[in-house]
T-cell receptor, first 114, second 115 residues
Framework: EPEVTQTPSHQVTQMGQEVILRCVPI?????FYWYRQILGQKVEFLVS????????KSEIFDDQFSVERPDGSNFTLKIRSTKLEDSAMYFC????????????FGSGTRLTVV | AQSVTQLGSHVSVSEGALVLLRCNYS??????LFWYVQYPNQGLQLLLK??????LVKGINGFEAEFKKSETSFHLTKPSAHMSDAAEYFC?????????????FGTGTRLQVTL
């Protein structure tokens, strides 16, 4: 069964550093998403992406965050200057259709900011 | 705006007992509803989803959920709990707006299964 692949599985970074979280969506999927889950809390929507542009973003997704699909296969989330409160599990998802009915989630990247 | 309320952050049942995890939703349009399970240090696995085809939805691992519009509920049940069911369960709602629709998750219910 096709999978969404996220790398790395765990990343530790110093506060103020830039991080890039990588995702390889399923090859025929067109819609891409990032969610995050702070430890012990619920999963929260960050951003959706289609046709090389952001479709929707949450209030969490401020100017420190950016997404891109640099090469037609990867989908990345960049955090420009990490803060302690950015420590969380970040999940990528992709879908054929513009609906979560077809979502496939990746296994997540645990980001720890120290 | 859509939202989900999961009553009970922790539920404990004995092995073999009925599992009932509660979820109520709010949506301005007919919703899509989902239950996801998360095992420790793992990702999100879809248990089942409601798409308006049938009000009783059967999922993996013996779980099912019933959509009740009058009660705006989508409770998850399993007749007989197994130790391997111990995990965090998230209810989620989505509104199909024709664009890249997002999922809104509840706060989760941690299921503990005891001998």
């Amino acid at each position: 069964e096709p999978e969404v692949t996220q790398t790395p599985s765990h990343q530790v970074t110093q506060m103020g550093q830039e991080v890039i979280l990588r995702c390889v969506p399923i090859s025929n999927h067109l819609y891409f998403y990032w969610y995050r889950q702070i430890l012990g809390q619920k999963v929260e929507f960050l951003v959706s992406f289609y046709n090389n542009e952001i479709s929707e973003k949450s209030e969490i997704f401020d100017d420190q965050f950016s997404v891109e699909r640099p090469d037609g296969s990867n989908f990345t989330l960049k955090i420009r200057s990490t803060k302690l409160e950015d420590s969380a599990m970040y999940f990528c998802a992709s879908s054929v259709w513009p609906t979560p009915l077809g979502y496939t989630f990746g296994s997540g990247t645990r980001l720890t900011v120290v | 705006a859509q939202s989900v309320t999961q009553l009970g952050s922790h539920v404990s049942v004995s092995e073999g007992a009925l599992v009932l995890l509660r979820c109520n939703y709010s949506s301005s349009v007919p919703p899509y509803l989902f239950w996801y399970v998360q095992y420790p240090n793992q990702g999100l696995q879809l248990l089942l989803k409601y798409t308006s085809a049938a009000t009783l939805v059967k999922g993996i691992n013996g779980f099912e959920a019933e959509f009740k519009k009058s009660e705006t509920s989508f409770h998850l049940t399993k007749p007989s709990a197994h130790m391997s069911d111990a995990a965090e369960y998230f209810c989620a709602v989505s509104e199909n707006t024709g664009t890249a629709s997002k999922l809104t998750f509840g706060t989760g219910t941690r299921l503990q299964v005891t001998l």
